[in-house]
């Protein structure tokens, strides 16, 4: 190898890394790993056997040349080195990076330009299985792929049918066909990648943190622990090793199953392992990062692929992860989707499940670091929020709060009221028709605006309101308007018919040139007339639902101790700032809602189930709170709860903590019984708060 080469090549890689536009890295998922994160990895991954080597998303070759130059400190040998890369000045780089490293070594060096979800890509590179594949899938969310998307998928399944072999093969196309369509590019790449390397091989990979914080990672969750064995986990902890990452990063290897290992589905598996699980602090991710002191990779590598005994290295922590805990982290959640339902038997929805005394103090599907609160004669059923009968989401987009969201200017005056619209419209006051606005709970520092005068900010609901230029649309299409019982639309009063004219022509700041009117998540509004449906234009936001105008909300960002809200008469709109939760089921009403919520059982939980965010916060979304088990309540205590609420002071939270812990401890439990059990609860829920607020 000729290091001046190599090192001129690396310097080239990174202004190469700067020089792209912003917009193609997007887009692409270009943000590389850079020298020390890749070492890492390598160090981790690497065998003496691993001979032949794949990066199928492979960038300019961070990841490819940190695993070349790993087997050269060690024994054995990378007899093939390939990569693929879907831009040519980045696949160039590579290319010409990598033939430097292995110039006069006599290895199969192949770097393709090529899409890695083109099925025709894998066939000429024949191997399609490696004893490493080694990746830091492009992370590239669902908005920005646009129509991509289902070519991934498609090409995806094609991947599948022709690299692999039955029964395996039933498990990638299924979960292949089913991973969520708001998943971003990292799921799929996962799929892909684990699906390239050989039985026994491993796979190394650079992962956003979404693979375990949201709910369409499960895919992802549920192949390494169908097909794979985890073997090393790493965490960066905030701010993290990626400065431009919006969402933490794990370093994952895990070795493949043999195919026989994997047809077995998890319901039938008998015998689970457990893991240490590493998190590096700041301290020790600036050492893997290269800023600060000198770091010692592979000394810090060696550690956590040994026993992990002896002096630890300072700024690691370790947590255990069992297997058995993932597969419980995965089916729990209400209904299983359709994906898990074919590869799973369920002869037994895990929400149902009872706790049986015989097995102790672990009841299956609480979070691990809370089952000791359980103890051996405990006896409780649990279930989700959602067998309550009750549902959880996420409050209101409009795609453009700028323009959908004005501040209150005034008391109404006949059938219009004054508002003030952003800053964006200079702030302009327009009157609008009283009826074409809706109060909606915009930001937390509005919370205490619920119990009072309601919130200050309004959405502009023209879903009855028209330019004047669209009324001969709206005349042309009468007849859908009576067939479909839809009201026909009035113009609107000339101040917001400028306002929505000023809109649909501004650009706006931040938005790269776009008008309102413009924007992808605004556009979604337009619909022509159809013989049944009437037309719609881009200022018309969608009908609202059940999750716009919730019984309950909690901040999906939480600093102190979350606190859930009830969303009493006047009812308003949420924002997406909120998780929201609701029923169809009368019993619940808002404040019954909020009470069950804010128990110290569900405080607890909220705290242990969420993601820990940079900055010490709690992320509360809906996929975090669906998860939540709650020890099943029967009709009584609900009524009972309702009476609870009833008194509205301190002594109501007492008695609801009552009612949510009584089937933990069984009908004859005592006051005191349940009330000591609470306080236990309350107290390790604060330090739990305290904890992640420390970990900043
Ligand atoms: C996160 S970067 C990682 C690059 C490199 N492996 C590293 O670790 O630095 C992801 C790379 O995948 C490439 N990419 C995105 N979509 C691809 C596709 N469909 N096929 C092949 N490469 C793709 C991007 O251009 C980008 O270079």
């Known amino acids: 190898m000729h290091c001046d080469d190599i090192t001129q090549l690396r310097a080239e890689a990174r202004a190469l890394e700067q020089t792209l536009p912003i917009a ?33 998303m492979a960038g300019t070759g961070d990841l490819i040349e940190a695993a070349y130059a790993v087997a050269n400190e060690r024994p054995g040998r990378i007899r093939q080195l390939h990569a693929v890369e879907i831009d040519a000045s980045v696949a160039e780089l590579c290319r010409r990076r990598l033939e430097v490293l292995t110039r006069g070594a006599g290895t199969d060096l192949r770097v ?60 990638w196309a299924t979960l292949a066909n089913g991973y969520s369509g708001l998943a971003d590019l990292s799921v799929p790449s996962c799929l892909l990648c684990g699906m390239l390397v050989r039985p026994g091989g491993r796979l190394a ?28 986990v790493v965490e960066d902890s905030p701010p993290g090793w990626f400065p431009d990452a919006l969402v933490g990063t794990h370093l994952v290897v895990a070795r493949r199953l043999s195919d026989e290992a994997a047809a077995v589905p998890l319901s039938d598996r008998r015998e689970w392992i457990e893991s240490d699980w590493v998190k590096l602090d700041r301290l020790a991710a600036t050492h893997a990062t290269g800023a600060g002191q000198k770091p010692n990779i592979g000394r810090l590598a060696s550690w956590i692929l040994g026993s992990k005994s002896g002096s630890r290295p300072e700024g690691t922590t370790l947590r255990t992860v069992s297997d058995q805990d993932e597969w419980d982290a995965i089916r729990a959640g209400g209904r299983p989707p359709a994906w898990l339902r074919v590869l799973e038997a369920f002869p037994q929805s895990p929400s149902t499940q009872r706790v049986k005394p015989s097995r102790g103090p672990d009841p299956g599907w ?3 670091a809370l089952r000791d609160v359980i103890k051996p004669n405990m006896r409780a059923g649990f279930c989700t929020l959602e067998d309550l009968g009750l549902r959880v989401g996420q409050g209101l987009r409009t795609g453009c709060n700028r323009f959908f969201y004005v501040q209150r200017a005034g008391e109404p005056s006949g059938e219009l009221t004054p508002v003030t619209t952003s800053t964006a419209f200079e702030s302009r006051i327009v009157l609008v028709p009283t009826a074409a606005l809706r109060a909606v709970l915009h930001r937390q520092t509005e919370l205490a605006t619920l ?35 839809l009201t026909v639309p009035q113009e609107m009063p000339a101040g917001l018919a400028n306002h929505v004219r000023a809109a649909a022509l501004a650009s706006l700041p931040g938005t790269a040139h776009s008008t309102v009117a413009d924007l992808s998540a605004v556009r979604t509004n337009v619909r022509a007339a159809g013989p049944n449906s009437p037309p719609r234009f881009w200022y018309m936001l969608p009908d609202f639902g059940a999750r716009h105008a919730p019984e309950a909300l909690v901040p999906r960002i939480n600093h102190d101790t979350p606190r859930t809200y009830a969303n009493t008469d006047p009812k308003v709109l949420v924002d997406a700032n909120f998780s929201t939760f609701w029923s169809d089921d009368a019993r619940w009403s808002p404040d019954v809602l909020a009470a069950l919520l804010n128990s110290t059982w569900c405080r607890l939980l909220v705290e242990t189930m969420g993601a820990k965010l940079g900055g010490g916060a709690l992320k509360l979304e809906a996929s975090h709170l669906r998860q939540i088990p709650i020890p099943s309540l029967g009709g009584d205590a609900l009524e009972a709860m309702k009476t609870a609420v009833r008194s509205a002071d301190a002594s109501s939270v007492v008695l609801v903590d009552r009612l949510v812990l009584k089937p933990l401890l069984g009908r004859s439990a005592s006051h005191a019984e349940l009330d000591a059990l609470a306080a236990v609860l309350r107290n390790r829920a604060a330090r739990a708060r305290d904890g992640r607020r420390r970990s900043v």
Not at 29 to 38: D, E, K, L, W
Not at 217 to 231: P, Q
Not at 452 to 478: C, I, K, Q, Y
Request: glycine fraction near 6%.
């Open 205 to 232: 990979l650079v992962l956003p943190a979404t693979w375990r914080t949201r709910n369409y990672g499960k895919v992802v969750r549920y192949l390494f622990l169908r097909a794979y064995h985890i073997e090393t």
């Open 112 to 171: 393709l330009c090529a899409d890695a979800f083109d099925a025709a890509t894998f066939s000429l590179l024949a191997e399609k299985d490696y004893d490493l594949v080694i990746a830091n899938p492009p992370y590239v969310r669902y908005q920005t792929m646009g129509d991509r998307g289902e070519a991934v998928r498609a090409g995806l399944l094609e991947a599948a049918s022709s690299v692999l072999k039955r029964p395996v093969r039933n498990i």
């Open 366 to 368: 609480l979070p691990h």
């Open 24 to 56: 193609r890295r997007k887009a692409l998922g270009q943000f590389f790993t850079g020298p020390r994160i890749s070492r890492l990895l390598a160090h981790l991954a690497f065998r003496e056997d691993t001979g032949r080597v794949l990066d199928p």
């Open 451 to 485: 119990a009072s005068h309601g919130p200050p900010t309004l959405v502009l609901d023209l879903r009855a309101w028209v330019l004047p230029e669209d009324m001969d649309t709206v005349n042309a299409a009468l007849p859908a308007y009576e067939r479909s019982g």
